[in-house]
């Protein structure tokens, strides 16, 4: 049966809590705004699946292909999110789906919710930190990679150390450099596709219609090539549930959070179709720079390509700036998320009652440090076997991150 608890109402800590639990427990602090929701969710869903991973499907599927990929995911993920926007602002919790699972579904079944999730992202922030070795080899390659890594693992535990509303700013911040980037991207792709900008490479409509048709394009490998860079962009889309994470600590859930799902989703939606179709039309499928699947070629994005094109020379420095960013970026949503989760089930008595330890700022510090070094030890194996292990958590990541999809469809 659904709770007595009235449409957009703060769901307490307390309400929460195994029903053997006397002491009422600490309380997180609501302080993150609508701006900051609206940018958490689109920080998490644009990051390396777009700039980098974007390739990879146009030269595995051709033009069409990826973007009808992209397309019939991203009709999958506004049903995903609708649904857990319904769910979020009836019961703002960190602990979002795995506490509607365990409410709707089965207590089990929001045990293994809980853990799954948290294992997803601390997963992630151990993908992040190998790739941040990657981008950085390519302006200090003689610094040791690990180095990097562990620079940069500090730097997240710090943003989300320091306060909920730090974290916030920091993913503001992170985000609105990649929307930039996109937007800037947009337009410049639209001035030399209609002939505008001129610049190293073949640019105007009717070369761009010819990438459209040459060789087995539009739709490279037919159906089963489709299909099989689904998963590329489904990877590319996850992310978009943080803001269920973060509706725990929304100042005004019952508005911020409907309003943050209807005006992110379709501005998500937009940027890739308009990224990939102007890949697309810009970039052969059959360029050796886009069928590249080393992870150390990380540098060479497919937004790099179009820039250097128009012949801006510092366009891999500049992408590889952004990327970095979007590294960070993923890592940080990760260390929140996985945080709150494992927070949240300290509460619910499905892990150890330490975890749901307060800092005098609302921080889980235990359950933060948790999730930083199972994410530094997940981490430690890329020093052995670097492209091999990163492609191997990466694959493990998005298959977990699925699972959090399906059951958001199923607790609605």
Not at 96 to 125: H, K, P, Q
Not at 273 to 290: F, S
Request: glycine share 10%; with cysteine; charged share 10%.
């Amino acid at each position: 049966d659904m709770p007595t608890t009235p449409a957009g109402a703060d769901l307490a800590a307390s309400e929460i809590r195994s029903p053997g639990d006397s002491a009422p427990p600490p309380q997180l602090r609501r302080t993150l705004q609508a701006r900051h929701l609206t940018m958490i969710a689109i920080g998490g869903s644009i990051g390396t699946g777009l700039f980098v991973g974007s390739g990879t499907t146009i030269a595995q599927a051709g033009p069409g292909g990826a973007l009808l990929a992209y397309l019939v995911i991203g009709l999958m993920v506004y049903f995903l999110m609708t649904s857990l926007g319904e769910l979020a602002a009836y019961m703002p919790v960190s602990g979002s789906f795995a506490t509607y699972a365990r409410l709707y579904v089965d207590e089990g079944f929001g045990f293994a919710v809980g853990w799954n999730y948290w294992f997803t992202w601390a997963i992630t922030i151990a993908v992040e930190l190998a790739a941040a070795q990657l981008v950085m080899h390519y302006w200090f390659p003689d610094v040791p990679a690990w180095l990097w890594s562990a620079l940069f693992l500090g730097l997240m535990f710090l943003l989300n150390a320091f306060s909920v509303r730090g974290f916030g700013e920091a993913e503001y911040w992170f985000s609105l450099v990649k929307v930039v980037t996109v937007v800037a991207f947009i337009v410049l792709g639209c001035l030399m596709i209609f002939g505008i900008l001129r610049g190293s490479a073949p640019a105007g409509l009717q070369s761009a219609l010819d990438n459209l048709t040459m060789g087995d394009a539009p739709f490279v490998g037919g159906l089963p090539a489709m299909t099989g860079v689904a998963m590329i962009a489904g990877s590319s889309f996850q992310g978009t549930e943080l803001i269920g994470v973060a509706a725990g600590e929304s100042a005004d859930p019952a508005r911020n959070i409907p309003r943050a799902i209807r005006q992110v989703f379709w501005r998500i939606l937009l940027f890739y179709v308009l990224a990939i179709a102007i890949i697309g039309l810009l970039i052969p499928y059959t360029d050796p720079n886009l069928l590249k699947k080393d992870v150390e070629a990380i540098g060479v994005s497919p937004f790099a390509l179009v820039f250097r094109n128009a012949g801006l020379a510092f366009a891999a420095g500049v992408m590889n700036a952004v990327i970095l960013t979007a590294v960070l970026s993923a890592g940080n949503s990760g260390m929140y998320a996985s945080t709150r989760m494992l927070y949240t089930m300290a509460l619910e008595g499905r892990a150890p009652r330490c975890f749901a330890r307060l800092s005098r700022k609302g921080v889980p510090v235990l359950a933060l440090a948790a999730t930083a070094a199972g994410g530094a030890m997940w981490f430690l194996t890329s020093m052995f076997e670097r492209q091999g292990i990163y492609l191997w958590l990466l694959n493990l990541s998005c298959m977990s991150g699925f699972i959090a999809w399906l059951v958001i469809a199923l607790s609605d």
